[in-house]
T-cell receptor, first 113, second 118 residues
Framework: AQSVTQLGSHVSVSEGALVLLRCNYS??????LFWYVQYPNQGLQLLLK??????LVKGINGFEAEFKKSETSFHLTKPSAHMSDAAEYFC???????????FGKGTRLHILP | GAVVSQHPSWVICKSGTSVKIECRSL??????MFWYRQFPKQSLMLMAT?????????EQGVEKDKFLINHASLTLSTLTVTSAHPEDSSFYIC??????????????FGPGTRLTVL
């Protein structure tokens, strides 16, 4: 069965520093890959997605992620963290041909002033 | 574009009563809608998948008689929690997916409904 692993349930970075949130998936066939952000007491907002084509995907709010098939990874990055980036981030996969999205357990990003 | 709304955003009810939560796609037609449950500080758990005009498909362990899902139109799905009990208290989130070619790969999420059962 497909699974998604997010390394680190909590990540803290200083304001202005690089943000790196790690995500690995298990699949022999590259699935569709997503990053969602959730602010407190809100639903999920799509940050970016990879389906096919260019492996470096740019999303909203300055985030980007790179699909690396050889590493089965889809890590999320942002060059310079803002206080407003503090939230819960979920990596998710959707196996090709499947309706369902499988979510990772989430990583809470803390921004230090 | 791709806005999904939920109503109500929060609800408090007494044990034994039923609560209905609405999920609407505001600017697209959603052939498929999904209902999730999220416990505090945890990830989303898929409860069921519903296609417009069809019966919902429930995930293993989800009581279909307790969580009634209706997807009567391409823009509206409802989740009714019947005979609610305190253990049903949770954050319920819906998502919707368009059936249009080129737009079927992404689910768009509603803002969630916080249910508290006293």
């Amino acid at each position: 069965a497909q699974s998604v692993t997010q390394l680190g349930s909590h990540v803290s970075v200083s304001e202005g520093a690089l943000v790196l949130l790690r995500c690995n998936y298990s699949s022999s066939v590259p699935p569709y890959l997503f990053w969602y952000v959730q602010y407190p007491n809100q639903g999920l907002q799509l940050l970016l997605k990879y389906t096919t084509g260019a492996t470096l995907v740019k999303g909203i709010n300055g985030f980007e992620a790179e699909f690396k098939k050889s590493e089965t990874s889809f890590h999320l990055t942002k060059p310079s963290a803002h206080m407003s980036d503090a939230a819960e981030y979920f990596c998710a996969v959707r196996p090709e041909g499947d309706d369902k999205i499988i979510f990772g357990k989430g990583t809470r990003l803390h921004i230090l002033p | 574009g791709a806005v999904v709304s939920q109503h109500p955003s929060w609800v408090i009810c007494k044990s034994g009563t039923s609560v209905k939560i609405e999920c609407r796609s505001l600017d697209f037609q959603a052939t498929t809608m999904f209902w999730y449950r999220q416990f505090p500080k945890q990830s989303l758990m898929l409860m069921a998948t519903s296609n417009e005009g069809s019966k919902a498909t429930y995930e293993q362990g989800v009581e279909k008689d307790k969580f009634l899902i209706n997807h009567a139109s391409l823009t509206l799905s409802t989740l009714t929690v019947t005979s609610a009990h305190p253990e049903d208290s949770s954050f319920y989130i819906c998502s919707a997916r368009s059936g249009l070619a080129g737009f079927t790969d992404t689910q768009y999420f509603g803002p969630g409904t916080r249910l508290t059962v006293l």
